[in-house]
């Protein structure tokens, strides 16, 4: 079986500090990995995704995150936070050798920015 | 990326009575629609896997007879919340994917409040 361990409930930063956002997987096979983000009130959306390719992903609005196999670990990274990173983040994994596979959740990572 | 849209955004109803909430894949056709709940500040749960034109598989603790899915085409899929009660209440979010793609788009959820 499948899941993810979101290592922090709520992490907090300073504008401009790096963020780091902590996820650790088990899966029997190679897995496809994401990081979504929830802003309060809205819907999901994918920052990236890992499937098999590069092991260091980039996404969207500065965010990149790196598929470690020996450490089981996909974690979130970010060089300069903004305050409009603050949202929930969620650590998703699933089978890439079955489409349309169901998303298993982590239990997400509230973020927090400061000025 | 795809858009998927549900409807409504936002539901209050009176408790005994039963709610349908549309999910649509707008610019791509979706094999796989998956319904997932998210309480106040938890995780996404998956309720159920919707497959275009065969009976929905639910995960375990789901009743199937109290949230009825229906995919009946490949741009669609419904949720109806049946004799809803109190604890019903939450937010209900759709993804699409299939067709051996393996990302997965979300709509943007419905706030379903029970009175």
């Known amino acids: 079986a499948q899941s993810v361990t979101q290592l922090d409930s709520h992490v907090s930063v300073s504008e401009g500090t790096p963020v780091l956002l902590r996820c650790n997987y088990s899966?029997?096979?190679?897995?496809?990995l994401f990081w979504y983000v929830q802003h309060p009130n809205k819907g999901l959306q994918l920052l990236l995704k890992y499937t098999s390719a590069a092991t260091l992903v980039k996404g969207i609005n500065g965010f990149e995150a790196e598929f470690k196999k020996s450490e089981t670990s996909f974690h979130l990274t970010k060089p300069s936070a903004h305050m409009s990173d603050a949202a929930e983040y969620f650590c998703?994994?699933?089978?890439?050798?079955?489409?349309?596979?169901?998303?298993?959740f982590g239990k997400g990572t509230t973020l927090s920015v400061s000025s | 990326g795809a858009v998927v849209s549900q409807h409504p955004s936002r539901v209050i109803c009176k408790s005994g009575t039963s709610v349908k909430i549309e999910c649509r894949s707008l610019?791509?056709?979706?094999?796989?629609m998956f319904w997932y709940r998210q309480f106040p500040k938890q995780s996404l749960m998956l309720m159920a896997t919707s497959n275009e034109g065969s009976k929905a598989t639910y995960e375990q603790g789901v009743e199937k007879d109290k949230f009825l899915i229906n995919h009946a085409s490949l741009t669609l899929s419904t949720l109806t919340v049946t004799s809803a009660h109190p604890e019903d209440s939450s937010f209900y979010i759709c993804?699409?994917?299939?067709?051996?793609?393996?990302?997965?788009?979300f709509g943007p959820g419905t706030r379903l409040t029970v009175l």
């Open positions: 993804s699409a994917g299939g067709g051996g793609v393996v990302t997965q788009y």
């Open positions: 998703v994994v699933s089978d890439p050798n079955q489409a349309g596979t169901a998303l298993i």
């Open positions: 899966s029997s096979y190679s897995p496809s």
């Open positions: 610019d791509f056709q979706a094999t796989t």
